[in-house]
């Protein structure tokens, strides 16, 4: 449906109309606003429009929450290592279109998921568009990059980022400060083998709804210090091999883990051998 110059009132008109939308549930017709008008002009509509607030029983919040699941982008900005040059990210062909990706801070879109020879690519910028829902595998053996900065990610549609950083063992740098995990559900293999990562900040993750932590810092060598303290693990059934060869670690801080539902636990801190904190 293309809206051109029809009016935000012929726009509501013709979705409220419809037969098939008379029982439905109100997400689906929000995001039907969302999708054939602009951001503000949709906030308006909700805002002043008692009789859509009415009809749909919504209130300004709902709005907000649900523009957090369907309109607003996640944006990740990654840096390379020098003169190595291979995979950075992995895209399933069917989810190509929603990934935006420029090089080198250039307003140039490019369509392709790896670098050719000789190109000497240091930083790349990627938009990821509402429609996905998983970052299951995202970074898997990109052993390419550097750094790598969620600098926005205000969705909450996300629910599987299992093998998310899987051997990303060139990685120093992982700022995850505007990182939304409420709905994530798996985080296995996680970090498994960040093995140049020497510090990670993950006090603003929430892990309510995850069942599956295991092998989630499996092999992440360098690691001096980890304060999970912040961690709900009360829907955890999965621990197994979670801090596995972890040498390096000094301290770690798991003092409000819950492990009443946890079914798995073998060789959870298997090789933790400078391990002096518990």
Do not use: W
């Not at 801070?105 to 509402?130: C, D, P």
């Not at 001096?224 to 955890?236: A, D, E, G, Q, Y």
């Not at 959870?268 to 904190?277: Q, T, V």
């Amino acid at each position: 449906m293309n809206s051109g110059n029809i009016s935000n009132d012929e726009i509501l008109k013709k979705i409220k109309s419809k037969d098939d939308l008379v029982n439905v549930k109100s997400n689906f017709i929000l995001k039907n606003l969302f999708n054939f008008m602009k951001k503000n002009k949709a906030l308006k509509i909700m805002k002043y429009n008692k009789k859509l607030q009415e009809r749909l029983n919504l209130t300004i919040n709902d709005y907000k929450e649900y523009s957090q699941l369907y309109y607003s982008p996640i944006e990740i900005e990654l840096k390379l290592v020098d003169n190595k040059y291979d995979k950075f990210i992995n895209i399933s062909d069917d989810e190509k279109k929603y990934f935006h990706i420029y090089f080198d801070n250039s307003n140039e879109e490019i369509e392709r998921n790896y670098l050719k020879e000789n190109e000497k690519v240091k930083m790349i910028k990627i938009i990821i568009n509402y429609q996905v829902n998983s970052f299951k595998e995202l970074f898997k053996n990109c052993e390419c990059i550097s750094s790598i900065f969620f600098k926005k990610f205000s969705r909450i549609n996300i629910t599987d980022m299992s093998y998310m950083f899987y051997r990303c063992s060139s990685l120093k740098e992982l700022n995850l400060s505007n990182f939304n995990t409420i709905n994530v559900n798996n985080m296995n293999s996680m970090f498994y083998e960040c093995s140049s990562l020497k510090e990670l900040n993950l006090s603003n993750f929430n892990t309510s709804n995850v069942t599956n932590m295991e092998s989630m810092f499996y092999e992440c060598s360098s690691l001096i210090k980890l304060n999970l303290s912040n961690f709900n693990t009360s829907n955890v059934t999965n621990m197994e091999s979670m801090f596995c060869g972890c040498l390096s670690l000094i301290e770690l801080n798991l003092s409000n883990f819950k492990t009443n539902k946890v079914t798995k636990m073998s060789c959870m801190f298997n090789g933790c051998s400078s391990l002096k904190e518990l």
